[in-house]
C-alpha cells in the first residue's frame, strides 16, 4: 500500500576464494622427511563458498514521516575453506585447502527512521543475531595439529569470530540547512567470543566459548555557517 510494504528475497550467492588459496606454495615445496606439519600447498580445485539466504520482512508507515522496518533472515553457509592434513609413506606431513566448513546465521534487525523534517532527522537500527559454525578460520585444521598431541577440531557448530549477539546504532541530526546543525552517531556492540585459556577452564579446550567486553563508540559533529560580506564561512567542531 501507500503506506506499508512487505519483502522478502531468497538467492544462492556464490563466491570464489581468494587466489592465494588456489595457489599457495605453487611449486608444492615439501620438506621431505620432516614430521613436523610446516608446510602448507594451495588447491587449484577449491569450489565456490556457497551462500543460500531467506529474509522476510514488513516496512510501514506508522506517523507522518516516520517509517517502521521489522526484517528476519537465515544464511546457510556451505563449502567454507579449511584444511586436510595429509600424510605420505615417508612419514611427512603437509596441509591442503579443501571445501569442507559450515556455518549458519541467523537474526532480525529493527530499523526506525524519521525523515529530516522539522529541524530534526533520525536513525535507529538494533540487530540481534546468532552465527554457528564449525570454525571461523581456514588454517584452524593447521593449527589445531601444531599442538602436541594434537587437538581435535570440533564436529559440532560452536560460536564463530563474527558472533556478535547484539548491535545498537543511532544516528541523528539537529539543524536549519544552511545555517547550523549538530549530528551524532552512536554504535554499540555486545561482546565478540573468544577461545579461553585452557588453564583457567580445568583444561577444557572451550572454543570460542568466552566473551570479549561490550563495545561502544559516539562520533559528534557541530557546524555553523557565517555570512562575511560576499564570502560563507563554515566553522565546524569534531
Do not use: C
Amino acid at each position: 500500500s501507500d503506506k506499508g510494504a512487505i519483502h522478502f528475497s531468497y538467492g544462492h550467492f556464490f563466491q570464489i576464494p581468494n587466489f592465494q588459496y588456489l595457489y599457495e606454495n605453487s611449486d608444492y615445496f615439501i620438506r621431505i622427511g620432516s614430521s613436523s606439519l610446516s608446510d602448507i600447498v594451495g588447491n587449484p580445485d577449491l569450489r565456490a563458498e556457497k551462500t543460500i539466504n531467506y529474509e522476510v520482512g514488513l516496512q510501514q508507515v506508522i506517523f507522518p514521516n516516520v517509517v517502521f522496518d521489522f526484517t528476519v533472515y537465515y544464511r546457510n553457509i556451505r563449502d567454507l575453506l579449511s584444511m586436510e592434513i595429509i600424510s605420505t609413506y615417508e612419514g611427512t606431513r603437509y596441509a591442503r585447502y579443501i571445501n569442507q566448513d559450515y556455518g549458519n546465521v541467523k537474526g532480525m534487525i529493527l530499523t526506525l527512521e524519521k525523515t529530516f523534517s522539522d529541524y530534526f532527522g533520525m536513525k535507529l537500527d538494533y540487530t540481534y543475531q546468532f552465527a554457528r559454525g564449525n570454525s571461523s578460520d581456514p588454517q584452524a585444521v593447521f593449527n589445531y595439529n601444531q599442538s602436541n598431541p594434537p587437538v581435535e577440531a570440533p564436529k559440532q557448530v560452536v560460536p564463530l569470530n563474527w558472533d556478535q549477539r547484539h548491535t545498537f546504532n543511532l544516528s541523528a541530526n539537529f539543524g536549519q540547512p544552511g545555517d547550523w546543525n549538530v549530528g551524532f552517531i552512536f554504535k554499540y556492540g555486545s561482546g565478540l567470543p573468544y577461545t579461553e585459556d585452557a588453564r583457567y577452564t580445568s583444561g577444557l579446550n572451550l572454543i570460542n566459548q568466552g566473551t570479549r567486553p561490550s563495545t561502544y563508540m559516539l562520533d559528534l559533529r557541530a557546524e555553523k555557517f557565517f555570512d562575511l560580506g560576499p564570502i560563507k564561512v563554515n566553522t565546524f567542531l569534531m
